[in-house]
């Protein structure tokens, strides 16, 4: 279960530089490649010819060649070129069956779609990212295929207790299990905070403050501070200060922090896309730092792979078995009510939609039986 | 939906070269191997005693003997021996369930089979091949196991405009798509002919050119003939001359041609076995040409596989959705209908065996009844 | 079909040596520890907490603690600790829905558990095994995880006519097929005899005797004798004497013999564990010695496993086949009766067990109502 009337991230540009990507989002086969004038197009990734991906083709001048026959597809989505058509075969080819084709934003360094219906497809719904248009921060990140449910990894980054266990080498320690969370729902929007006090900053972190020119061996405040927003965003702020000059609230020349940036795209029901990065506002000029971070970062979040996928193969082998929501789950499990309550509206939306449609159609077909 | 009673070809001879091979067609399970007097023979891939595929067994004076405990079948198919069975065990074992036996011929290089009704099973209802029984003429070729609908590989072959794509190195050229195919039904047979005039041989011709002494840089027709002859076999007359000497009809000191063989047997409603290669009759006793012609032809047609096994994905999974016949598709659409009308014909045929065999089964009973 | 009110093999103690182990039997997945007093524990291999599978955790002062969030399972295979909790929390935990456990007996170097009803499982069930407990035999084994249904596996034991076939080169010889075998059923027990007389000893029986410091090249008496014992044991005694001094019961200044010892425990339908052994009474301390059997009993056993997966797959893509029960097969024909009657006789067992429960049930709900 997940909306379809929003916003995903479906790729990074780099994904299809001079060339389509084929991807799954939301139980749709799309192609997404880069048109004439370099706009983003996505369309189903099914050949209205003969049914083959139109992602196994290639580009020519910006337009979309499927490979096995030729048949071309245009910056408008439409099929723009057949070979071995008759002259004036352009008129014919204009009334093929057309692909479907899907609301693209290009926005923030990720190529964004929208799944569901398109007229709804507003681009100032998009989630709004202050840090990727702020030259003062710099991002990293990475993609990770991962084969369960979307919904368990917004649980996985709503509740951070799991560092202590899955990451017990990098950003774990047991201070953390001793920190109770506080979870606050604000609309559509779940903040799960929470804060550590005189503590020694674990390895990732103390490299980062080494990495800031600070001194990595004094005791620190650490915060984690998990934003839900849907549809499956999680937007994480994480450091370290030097104890007592305000966590979170001191002044850089005491802190080490960043936004962790989690983009979370259900592929099935039991599959998801996992854009994982870190957005950082110290040295954003400095490349060799962002890949270190990436580097290290990928590595951490690897880890909870085997876990989740682990752990959605025994959820589908027990489909009737209940879990536990414990304290420290609201994160989560707020965050599934909000999708809950978001589904319920889109269904409702949507049937109205429908009922739109049908009247609007009814309309055509009766002003279109008037002449006769 | 694939016919039955009809013959495909099942695998070469030096795939039973003293030892069974087990292999599924139109959804059988069979093994096939050399009896006693070098006879071919076909039957279940099932041991009558416990169940497992013969195939796994080893062949010992012209009997397959099972490889778990040594049930032996003979070259009738019918069970020859059994280890462990009191002496005058020879009546027990012939009372054995029978396995299925199917009619195999062997003719033109290859072992045929017949999956339908065995009482229909009439070896002159073979496709005649003149060229495979002709001195002047040698034959090279392979095998490729491609999980495709086998009708998908049928349109493939009924329209090379996807060689301008597929096969852009080797035998595809821009002038392809410009040269329209004329399609002819004869009956049960379709024939696609497609003639370019005045071009530059691609890369293959060019070579096959030089490998007859021929000029490779002037002018030169091609052509591509296809002829599609039920169950499933495409063989096409392709080849090029020089320019203004007939083309497909110039005398040979001026061509270079050939043709591409075909043979496509269903494995599965999705998968199939294809049967590959080239007949010619120029320089026949060239057993190193053959060779060399084979490994590029090997080269060229895996290109096909990856985009077929692609489609067969897409289609499968928007079953409902139509694809379109345009005017190149004609040679594969008028081959479908050709099966379509003899599986239909098929249908009625099994229908009256059915009724036939009832009728007869009653007599039988009514006349064993009589002595009573 | 398999009994469950029974003592299965799950594993043995080096599997379970300072971290735990996830299997699946009899269709449940269960994970298997050693509790803080080293007694072994069984419980279901799913986190009550986030359904995270506890075998993916790690042991931590005899608790399995869940690699995710850190629940944690005493021995007693409750719940004992989950971090985060309040104060007082215990009592909260210890609401938590339990996993299900099930019993476990450690014994004979193996860990037996019972996957039915466990008020029923009683140790003084387990089948006794005398060489295991006595200091005069030495054991060596393996385990092989076979996707087959574990009937086969039986049949394939009570039936050594295969070894002629599947292990030509190591313990067959025709001879095998020529003593036809002798079958007798006792109650719950099968035992299938065949002796051979002044036949040459294959070489694996050549190694046994020259191991023996006897001579290997003159005429022997050999004998197999299997004995089926519930749920699914089959032990066989398997050996050579120099001929005409008793066979089996020479004295053992003229044998080499020991018995072959065959474990095998449903995992599904169609996948089992197989655990494979030898114990044998002559030079128990030579560990040497121990190990070679292990690696010729190894590459011999692991001869059947594609014979019997091939046949799994025939038998699985034709249900309603039937297949040959020869005498030869009556070992294995008649050990599948004894498992047909224990199978019925259980289900009236637990019938009978679940009327008591809903008795006992009714009585409970009554007296707790009695005082309103």
Redesign the interface.
């Known amino acids: 279960m997940y909306l379809k009337n929003t916003w995903y991230v479906a790729c990074t540009p780099d994904e299809i530089e001079g060339k389509p990507l084929g991807r799954q989002i939301c139980g749709e086969?799309i192609v997404f490649f880069r048109g004439p004038e370099g706009k983003v197009t996505a369309v189903e990734?099914?050949c209205?010819?003969?049914?083959?991906?139109l992602s196994?083709g290639f580009m020519r001048e910006g337009h979309l060649?499927?490979?096995?026959?030729?048949l071309s597809i245009g910056g408008d989505g439409q099929c723009a070129s057949?070979?071995?058509?008759?002259p004036g075969g352009v008129q014919a080819i204009r009334r093929?069956?057309a692909v479907r084709s899907f609301p693209v934003v290009e926005r923030y360094g990720f190529v964004w779609v929208w799944t569901g219906d398109a007229e709804l497809a507003d681009p100032g719904k998009l989630h709004h990212l202050a840090w990727a248009e702020d030259p003062e921060w710099a991002y990293g990140g990475g993609l990770y295929h991962v084969h369960c449910d979307y919904r368990l990894m917004i649980?996985n980054l709503m509740?951070l207790?799991?560092e202590?266990?899955?990451h017990a080498t990098s950003i774990g320690q047991p201070e953390i299990?001793h920190a109770?969370?506080d979870t606050q729902v604000d609309g559509d929007h779940v903040v799960t905070r929470r804060f550590m006090q005189n503590i020694k900053a674990p390895p990732f972190w103390a490299a980062a403050l080494r990495g800031n020119g600070l001194a990595d061996d004094v005791p620190c405040d650490r915060w984690q501070i998990c934003r839900f927003t849907p549809p499956s965003h999680v937007l994480i702020d994480v450091g370290v200060a030097h104890a007592g000059h305000g966590g979170f609230d001191a002044d850089p020349k005491y802190r080490a922090g960043s936004i962790v940036v989690d983009f979370i795209t259900p592929e099935t029901e039991t599959s998801m896309w996992y854009f994982w990065g870190m957005a950082r506002n110290f040295k954003p000029a400095d490349a060799e730092l962002t890949a270190r971070i990436r580097e290290g970062q990928a590595k951490i979040f690897s880890e909870d792979l085997?876990?989740l996928e682990?752990?959605q193969?025994?959820?589908s082998?027990?489909p009737q078995?209940?879990?536990?929501n414990?304290?420290?789950?609201a994160g989560g499990v707020r965050s599934r009510r909000v999708i809950d309550r978001l589904l319920e509206k889109e269904q409702q939306e949507r049937a109205a939609l429908r009922k739109a449609r049908e009247a609007k159609g009814a309309i055509d077909s009766t002003s279109s039986a008037a002449p006769a």
Chains 1, 2, 3 share one sequence.
Do not use: S
């Open positions: 086969r990734d099914f209205p010819h003969r049914g083959v991906p196994l060649v499927c490979g096995y026959h030729g057949m070979p071995g058509q008759l093929f069956p649980d509740d207790t799991h202590t266990y899955v299990e109770l969370p085997a876990i682990a752990q193969r025994n959820l082998a027990n078995r209940r879990i536990l414990l304290n420290i789950d």
